[in-house]
């Protein structure tokens, strides 16, 4: 998944999860997802029934979550941690387990930093700003 639509990335979920129900096999990249979704138990449901969650929309500015930006910037923080890109964030990461004694609260930490450089590159119409990132996860 290089450069997948909306609708392929979300495709991508439901089958991780049908996947997983029906016992299938599964890609590595598939696997990663799977485990990103087990701690994620809000989106159980919305992965169960797809035709209501295929095209909608949620709106940051009505307090809502895109359950699929999150679980898709999970799969991009996992890369970013295994490949050590933008360098430093490994340890970045290392660090905010120890001082928070849960990974999955660390992970959460390295989204919303991800989440805040993508918004900024995307309204200044400028690349992401890996120094800048770095910046805010060792915050």
């Known amino acids: 998944m290089f450069n997948p639509s909306r609708d392929e990335s979300r495709q991508f979920f439901f089958d991780v999860w049908q996947k997983q129900r029906d016992k299938t ?3 590595p ?11 994620h138990p809000e989106y159980h449901a919305l992965l169960s029934g ?3 969650s295929r095209e909608r929309e949620w709106f940051p500015e009505q307090g809502e ?9 999970h799969l991009a923080i996992e890369e ?6 933008p ?5 970045a990461f290392e ?3 120890i001082q928070l ?9 390295l989204l919303e930093c991800l989440a805040e450089v993508l918004w900024q590159s995307q309204r200044n119409g400028t690349p992401l700003d890996g120094a800048l990132y770095l910046e805010c996860l060792k915050k």
């Open 65 to 73: 979550t895109n359950p699929f930006l999150h679980l898709g910037l």
């Open 95 to 97: 660090s905010r387990c």
């Open 87 to 91: 360098q430093g964030i490994r340890a």
């Open 50 to 52: 797809p035709e209501g």
């Open 29 to 39: 990249l598939e696997s990663v997802a799977w485990e990103i979704i087990s701690h």
């Open 25 to 27: 096999l599964m890609t």
């Open 101 to 109: 004694k849960d990974e999955h609260a660390a992970r959460h930490h």
């Open 80 to 85: 970013q941690i295994s490949i050590d890109q």
